[in-house]
C-alpha cells in the first residue's frame, strides 16, 4: 500500500504519460500528412510506448490497492511543420517528463517509500534513452539539415527505429 500523496502525483503521472502519447499521435499525423512515412512511424510507435508507460503505472496503482483517478487529457500542444522544430519540441516534452519521473523519485525517497522508489527506477532509465534517441536525432538534423536528401536519409533510419521499437514491444508482450 503506498500513501495517498505518493498514488496522487502517480496519478498525475499517469495523465502526463497519455499525455505525450497523445503528444506523439499529433505528430505522426502531422509528420505523415508531409509524406515523412519513417518519421510517422517512429512517432507512432512512440506513441505506443508512451501509452505502456502510463498502463504501468496503472497496474502498479492497482498493485498497491491504490485509488486510479483518472482526468482529461490536454490537447496536444501545436508544432509547426519545420522538421528541425518538431524535434527540438520533442527533445524538451521529454526533458519536461524526466523532470517529472525525478519529482516523483524525490517524493517516493522523502516518504521512505521503497517500492515506489524501486518501481520508478525503470522510468528513470528509460527517460535516458529517450532523450538520448531524440538528441541523437536532433544532432543528425543539424549536421545534415533537414531538407532534401538528409531528410530522406533521417526518414529511412526513423523508418528502422520505428520497426525496433515495434519489435520490443511485440517481444515485451510475448513474455
Ligand atoms: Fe513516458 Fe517519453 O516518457
Do not use: C
Not at 509524406?35 to 498502463?55: I, R, S
Not at 496503482?61 to 483518472?70: C, G, P, R
Not at 522544430?85 to 519536461?96: P, Y
Amino acid at each position: 500500500m503506498i500513501s495517498k500523496d505518493m498514488a496522487t502525483l502517480i496519478n498525475a503521472q499517469i495523465n502526463r504519460e497519455m499525455y505525450s502519447a497523445y503528444y506523439y499521435l499529433g505528430l505522426s499525423a502531422q509528420t505523415e500528412a508531409m509524406n515523412l512515412k519513417g518519421t510517422a512511424a517512429w512517432f507512432l510507435a512512440k506513441h505506443g510506448e508512451e501509452m505502456t508507460h502510463a498502463l504501468k503505472m496503472f497496474r502498479y496503482l492497482i498493485d498497491q490497492d491504490a485509488a486510479v483517478t483518472l482526468k482529461a487529457v490536454p490537447v496536444p500542444e501545436t508544432v509547426g511543420s519545420v522538421v528541425m522544430e518538431i524535434f527540438e519540441r520533442t527533445l524538451e516534452h521529454e526533458r519536461g517528463v524526466t523532470r517529472s519521473i525525478n519529482d516523483l523519485v524525490d517524493h517516493a525517497l522523502t516518504e521512505k517509500d521503497h517500492a515506489t522508489n524501486v518501481f520508478l527506477h525503470w522510468f528513470v532509465t528509460e527517460q535516458i534513452e529517450e532523450e538520448a534517441t531524440v538528441k541523437d536525432i536532433l544532432g543528425r538534423l543539424r549536421i545534415f539539415g533537414d531538407q532534401g536528401q538528409s531528410l530522406l536519409m533521417i526518414d529511412n533510419e526513423l523508418a528502422a527505429l520505428a520497426q525496433q521499437i515495434n519489435q520490443a514491444a511485440a517481444t515485451a508482450a510475448a513474455q
